[in-house]
């Protein structure tokens, strides 16, 4: 793929990044059927080691980095994270832990806290409990993430809930609001499914109607109005539904670095999706010389790609084109307009596929089941 880059010469207005997404591990004790990791999962053989992965925490807070997310999989499987914990402090780093929780205890989330761990995110699948575990693939998942929750909370550290939503729990939605609350979160994430990776798969098993989509709107609407100053609430529709795309990751390349287990940079986390872009690892190139000049984050940075209609749209610094691993998913080429904004030619193809599946009988789960070794 060859995309069109940034004139030669002109002063290089790349911004630093806020965040970095450090993928510690494919590994994970849950089955997720909407998993976003990469249908290919990359092995523990091959995940970086300790001293790497501290050596690039240094690099990341040198290049501007505020916040680290420690992420995978399921970033507790790996036995050096408080070291990783410790060296994000040191090198003042905002760390947040990303996890489904049921691999911690409460010694070692105490530990971490030690070490400068100030935020964690727990991903949550329902609050209606057996549903909750049927979506995760795993007996007793549930129970363990309440009881983490009330950790967190209890060792004063920031909590912030994930909901998933999708076709099988959109009807619980007001319970799900109501556990964040008796939890004591901070902020709740409700995020409908995107259909990238294992997602995709499971399509059929996921996709809400429109009528659903609309709804879990305004029940956040009126949840944010009751809950101000209590409960911060994100909300992300899914983008067969949307009217405008969302800028990916605040813009390719622009605010966030994604750091796969093998040490991988990307510019956003679907991005090896699209074919022809060459990514530069950790273990051999500098993070600054990646982030500034690496071939795979300049090549849709900023506006410079566009074709119409984005390269006209009085959105198009403000939305950056949306996302364009979808775009290659859709339209063939990483280019063209993202199939989420109403002004792509095939918007109304994109939307009618969503109605078509949302009213058709709920498929069962396929079932991700990851690599252990």
Known sequence: ????????????????????????????????????????????????DTATWLDVLAQAADLGVLQLHL??????????????????????????????????????????????????????????????DRIAGSAGAHAKKLEVARW????????????????????????????????????????????????????????PTREEV?????????????????????????????RRPKPCMGGWGRGSINITPSGKALPCHAAETIPGLAFDNVRTRRLRDIWLHAEAFRAFRGTHWMREPCRSCELRERDWGGCRCQAFAVAGAAAEADPACDKSS??????????????????DFRYRTMRRS
């Open 346 to 363: 095939l918007h109304a193809a994109f939307t009618a596929i969503a109605e078509r599946v949302a009213r058709e009988p709920a498929a």
């Open 152 to 207: 967190v909370r209890a060792l004063g550290l920031a909590l912030t809930l994930n909901a998933p939503i999708h076709r099988r729990n959109i009807a619980r939605l007001p319970e799900i609001i109501a556990l964040a609350e008796c939890l004591g979160a901070q902020r709740l994430e409700i995020a409908h499914v995107q259909y990238y990776g294992w997602a995709l798969a499971n399509r059929s098993a996921l996709m």
């Open 71 to 132: 992420s995978g999989g399921e970033p507790t499987v790996r036995r050096d994270l408080e070291d990783i914990v410790e060296q994000a402090a040191k090198v003042g780093l905002y760390c947040n832990l990303i996890t489904a929780g049921v691999l911690l205890t409460r010694a070692r989330l105490e530990e971490l806290a030690r070490r400068g761990l100030a935020h964690v995110q727990i991903s949550i699948q329902d609050a209606d409990v057996a549903n909750a």
């Open 214 to 242: 609309l709804r879990s709107a305004n029940l956040v609407a009126a949840a944010r109005q009751r809950l101000k100053g209590i409960l911060a609430i994100d909300f992300v529709v899914p983008d067969y539904y949307a």
């Open 1 to 48: 793929m060859s995309s069109p880059q940034p004139p030669a010469g002109t002063a290089d207005p790349t911004p630093s990044p806020v965040g970095l997404l450090a993928e510690l591990t494919h590994r994970c004790p849950l089955q997720c059927p909407y998993c976003s990791n990469p249908l290919a999962l990359e092995r523990a053989t091959g995940e970086l």
